[in-house]
């Protein structure tokens, strides 16, 4: 996952030293460099329309293992527990641009995002009495659906008419469309009502995918 983040700079970086032109030009690839806070690969693809704004599409993969601190003992009790959360998330923005300049300057934009995650999360619970002990373990599978609407404003700057760097922030507001929970005792069989509060990992608050949050970025990308 990690050697893919890399990909999108090692074009960047090649690209920097190309010979500055004077075209004005009308499409750029970027990749959003604080994705990797969560082990996410975050693309997008922007067009300046004729009207001097722009629309971009983006989207991201998410491959995130949560161990964090999770695993401890408590009198005659271990717990161990892991998380394992991956999905995808597609957004689709509008900018309105305020220098006339083509991509230099600053703007505002509204956008939409829809997103599709799964958690899989493994507890397990040794118990230990004297010279017995035992183990159960305990399996959470959850989907989840979440849509949402917001905006943001940044500034853009162009190096050598080639190279972007794209700072932006906003409120949004993710709606939970579906969710479907199934947590089951592996040890034994039997499903077990789920009663977890967190949505995807301890690391990751319930905001992302439900509630108001904030959505944000600084960008790496090229022009072509």
Not at 117 to 131: E, F, H, P, S
């Amino acid at each position: 996952m990690k050697q893919l983040i890399t990909i999108p700079l090692l074009i960047v970086s090649f690209l920097a030293n190309a010979q500055q032109n004077d075209v004005k030009r009308k499409h750029a690839f970027k990749t959003n460099m604080l994705s990797a806070i969560y082990n996410t690969l975050n693309v997008s693809y922007q067009k300046l329309n004729t009207d001097g704004n722009s629309f971009l599409i983006g989207a991201s993969y998410m491959d995130f293992n949560d161990f964090g601190d999770n695993t401890y003992t408590y009198d005659m009790y271990n717990y161990v527990n892991y998380t394992m959360v991956e999905g995808v998330a597609l957004t689709g923005e509008y900018r309105l641009h305020f220098s006339g300049e083509g991509f230099q300057g600053g703007y505002v934009g509204g956008f939409t995002r829809a997103m599709y995650y799964q958690r899989d999360a493994m507890n397990t619970l040794y118990v230990y009495t004297g010279q017995n002990s035992t183990t159960n373990h305990i399996k959470e599978e959850f989907n989840y659906v979440s849509a949402g609407l917001g905006f943001v404003v940044g500034y853009q700057y162009v190096v050598k008419n080639r190279i972007t760097f794209d700072f932006f922030g906003g409120p949004v507001y993710q709606y939970l469309i579906h969710e479907d929970r199934k947590t089951r005792n592996v040890t034994t069989g039997a499903s077990l009502d789920s009663q977890d509060a967190t949505l995807l990992a301890e690391r990751i608050p319930n905001r992302y995918i439900r509630g108001y949050g904030l959505r944000g970025g600084i960008t790496v990308g090229i022009l072509f």
